[in-house]
T-cell receptor, first 112, second 111 residues
Framework: DGGITQSPKYLFRKEGQNVTLSCEQNLNHDAMYWYRQDPGQGLRLIYYSQIVNDFQKGDIAEGYSVSREKKESFPLTVTSAQKNPTAFYLC???????????FGPGTRLTVT | QQPVQSPQAVILREGEDAVINCSSSKALYSVHWYRQKHGEAPVFLMILLKGGEQKGHEKISASFNEKKQQSSLYLTASQLSYSGTYFCGTVTSGSARQLTFGSGTQLTVLP
């Protein structure tokens, strides 16, 4: 079955540690996105990539980094520079053009 | 700039109707609607494009007023499964298709 996978579902880290969140899709989609969601809030765009080896900052990129070495994969690293990293992180992909974004199940990151 | 959704929350009885609104201060290329259950990923409902084209589920109804940069989602004869938080996402540029989401409308359908 085609879809987007994010792992792990829950992640716990100590403050000051970098952590990488996985996002893989087998939908053959060109565009991929990372969003952050805080309790009771909407989704805010962190980074997005429209093609392999290219990505752009979203609205809240500070303290985060990404790579897009393969079409299927778009990992997000939450660095120690991110002041409030505890949040629900969602990855999405889109085939291109005027089509919807498909979301992965999300990773809930807790940093203490 | 984030689109504004209204109302923030609504409670319905099964079978009742509801309208959720989304308004932007910027000229829009398209509006996307998603529903999210607690702790889950958002699920796509509909896209409304400038020019009148719509893509989405047949049972979902929505409108897009290009002059006012407003969109409305119409939920008729609501079912318990309609409960969740509804988000609109707006696209201002046709090139990157970058979505900016509103803060959501929490819909609760009671039996």
């Amino acid at each position: 079955d085609g879809g987007i996978t994010q792992s792990p579902k829950y992640l716990f880290r100590k403050e000051g540690q970098n952590v990488t969140l996985s996002c893989e899709q087998n939908l053959n989609h060109d565009a991929m996105y990372w969003y952050r969601q805080d309790p009771g809030q909407g989704l805010r765009l962190i980074y997005y990539s429209q093609i392999v080896n290219d990505f752009q900052k979203g609205d809240i990129a500070e303290g985060y980094s990404v790579s897009r070495e393969k079409k299927e994969s778009f990992p997000l690293t939450v660095t120690s520079a991110q002041k409030n990293p505890t949040a629900f992180y969602l990855c999405a992909s889109r085939v291109g053009g005027d089509y919807e974004q498909y979301f992965g199940p999300g990773t809930r990151l807790t940093v203490t | 700039q984030q689109p504004v959704q209204s109302p923030q929350a609504v409670i319905l009885r099964e079978g009742e109707d509801a309208v959720i609104n989304c308004s932007s201060s910027k000229a829009l290329y398209s509006v996307h609607w998603y529903r999210q259950k607690h702790g889950e990923a958002p699920v796509f409902l509909m896209i409304l494009l400038k020019g009148g084209e719509q893509k989405g589920h047949e049972k979902i109804s929505a409108s897009f007023n290009e002059k006012k940069q407003q969109s409305s989602l119409y939920l008729t004869a609501s079912q318990l499964s309609y409960s969740g938080t509804y988000f609109c996402g707006t696209v201002t540029s046709g090139s990157a298709r970058q979505l900016t989401f509103g803060s959501g409308t929490q819909l609760t359908v009671l039996p």
